[in-house]
């Protein structure tokens, strides 16, 4: 059998797939936000004078006869649910900017035979990740696999080569 480390990777570097689906999620929904607030920025409300309200009030009326003369739809532009969208926009936002795309993890590749596994593994990481104390926390999952099909999704999955 053969186990290597890889090295200290970002969590973006060890999942390519994750990284390119949250960046291209946050494209959209930065893409998304700046057309609502540009929607936003078009709309204000101030308070009418007399004859603010007198034209405007003229103004409905004229646009109501060509209305019903024409049967033409109107568009009916709601301030709180535009305010809504963009705050559930920037919520979002805020959850995929938060995800640990730079986060440094450990990742190490092994292969071979199946009843030399565990111990070849333990004499790569016996002393834990470079950089780490005898004492200190760690964490680790192992994904493996012995079909070829199951190999090849892994190494594809994670963007590596196997020894």
Do not use: W
């Not at 308070?47 to 003369?69: C, E, F, G, Y």
């Not at 926009?89 to 993890?105: D, H, S, W």
């Not at 990740?129 to 892994?154: C, H, K």
């Amino acid at each position: 059998m053969s186990a290597r480390l890889i090295g200290q990777l970002a969590l973006s570097a060890c999942v390519p797939l994750v990284h390119g689906a949250v960046v291209g999620i946050l494209a959209s929904l930065n893409a998304q936000l700046a057309g609502a607030l540009a929607a936003s920025a078009r709309l204000s409300v101030t308070p009418p004078t007399l004859v603010a309200q007198l034209s405007a009030a003229q103004q409905i009326v004229i646009a109501l006869q060509a209305q019903i003369a024409l049967g033409l739809p109107t568009v009916d532009i709601q301030l709180s649910a535009l305010a809504a969208l963009i705050a559930s926009i920037q919520a979002q936002i805020a959850i995929l900017a938060a995800f640990p795309l730079t986060t440094e993890v450990f990742m190490y590749v092994a292969s071979g035979k199946a009843n030399r596994f565990a111990g070849d593994l333990a004499s790569v990481i016996g002393a834990g990740p470079p950089g780490t104390q005898p004492n200190d926390d760690t964490a680790a999952i192992l994904i493996g696999g012995s079909v070829p099909a199951a190999v090849g999704a892994i190494a594809t999955f994670f963007g590596v080569t196997f020894p």
